[in-house]
């Protein structure tokens, strides 16, 4: 069937954090040629997505990236049910949703883990992280989250780990929604395991995770407990590492699609893109807040990429969604305990300051007509 009548699709601005709005660049690649996933030219693909992703990782000669078909959470969980050995334990730092994730993945890996409940929108407190680790030797591993997307807060990685690899533990970083965009490197933080995904500031296609890391921790983990078969990461590793293949059938277009986002992310560097994303936040924030709009985080909390902003007084957030919907723009939900009060806009991808200027004009418009 091919109904070249039929009219393209419009362009939605996309203000969920991520999948984003992609460079055309990027959606091309996805029509890439049929390709067999065991012959050379996917080998060199995977190589090739492998260095850049590292790169992109803050990593140099050292480190290394195994990449997974899977969504972000797939990497969480394949770093964190790989990494933790025999007797070991995850200390959970829970500021959000996706701190709680951590937990919900050693739960069900039969990992221990103490979770360290701050509150949502709390900022880590580091004392506390440091007790808690001097409190238990069986915590060989910290669980955190560099930027909290629940509530767009940006959480201080780099002091996290000092405080752990001072107790001789070892971090994994869910960097989901932070790699491409903000401050964060394997070489420069000493970052043990770092999780990401290919579509959110990295603004690859959905469909891809990885796991970047040292060689000798990915080897080390020869020696661990296999706690999962699909996600064990020793069995990536070795695969992508040594037979340059991988160990299963993977997203090929999502490749394609990643091998292209990786050029304009590198090319960009992080500085950059997270420059772009901070002016496309502050025209956003400077809007919300000329219409009388409650930001929920300090601006010295904030992540680039996310801003939660509590939701009008008497307007529910579904009426909101639809009347912008409408309109050309997605917005996206808070969860759980923030979702009655706030909803969330994304700064990632492909967004113009045209796109910022427009969504404005149209909340103004939906809030104006509401009185
Ligand atoms: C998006 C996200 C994830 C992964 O979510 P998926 O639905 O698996 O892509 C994990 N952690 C954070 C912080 C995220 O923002």
């Known amino acids: 069937m091919n109904d070249s009548t039929a009219p393209r699709p419009e362009r939605l601005v996309l203000m969920n954090p991520g999948p984003v709005i992609t460079d055309d660049r990027v959606r091309a690649a996805l029509a890439g040629p049929d390709m067999c996933h065991r012959e050379p030219e996917f080998s060199d693909l ?59 993945i050693a739960d069900a890996h039969g990992i221990r883990a103490h979770r360290l409940e701050l509150g949502w929108a709390t900022p880590v407190d580091l004392d506390a992280v440091d007790r808690a680790l001097a409190a238990d030797p069986g915590l060989t591993h910290v669980g955190v989250v560099h930027h909290e997307t629940s509530s767009g807060m940006l959480n201080d990685v780099a002091a996290v780990t000092r405080i752990a690899h001072a107790h001789g533990r070892e971090v994994v970083v869910d960097a989901v929604s932070s790699i491409g965009a903000e401050r964060i490197s394997l070489a420069a933080d000493g970052v043990d395991w770092l999780a990401g995904s290919a ?19 990915f080897e080390a983990l020869a020696g661990h407990p296999r706690r999962g078969y699909y996600l ?20 090929i277009p999502g490749f394609y699609a990643f091998d292209a986002a990786l050029d304009l992310a590198l090319a960009e560097g992080w500085e950059a893109r997270h420059a772009r994303y901070t002016a496309l936040a502050r025209r956003l924030r400077d809007g919300l807040e000329a ?5 929920l985080l300090p601006p010295g909390q904030r992540a680039a990429s996310l801003t939660a902003v509590r939701i009008p007084d008497g307007c ?6 639809g009347g912008l919907r409408a309109e050309g723009f997605v917005i996206y939900s808070a969860q759980e305990q923030l979702a009655a009060d706030f909803f969330r806009l994304s700064t990632m991808g492909q967004m113009t300051q045209r796109d910022i200027d427009r969504f404005l004009t149209a909340l103004t418009r939906i809030l104006t007509a509401r009185g």
């Open 46 to 104: 995977l190589t090739r997505v492998r260095h850049k992703t590292t790169l992109a990782a803050g990593g140099d000669d050292r480190h290394t990236s195994v990449v997974l078909t899977g969504s972000g959470t797939a990497a969480v969980e394949a770093a964190v049910s790989s990494a933790v050995p025999h007797g070991g334990g995850l200390l959970v730092i829970d500021n959000g949703h996706y701190g709680e994730r951590f937990r919900h």
């Open 199 to 217: 579509n959110k500031c990295l603004e690859g296609a959905p469909g891809l995770g990885f796991v970047s890391a040292a060689r000798t921790s």
């Open 232 to 251: 064990d990461l020793h069995r990536h590793y070795a695969a992508q590492e040594k037979a340059q293949a991988p160990a299963f059938t993977p997203a």
């Open 291 to 295: 219409l009388g709009l409650e930001i």
């Open 316 to 321: 529910g957030y579904a009426e909101l969604h």
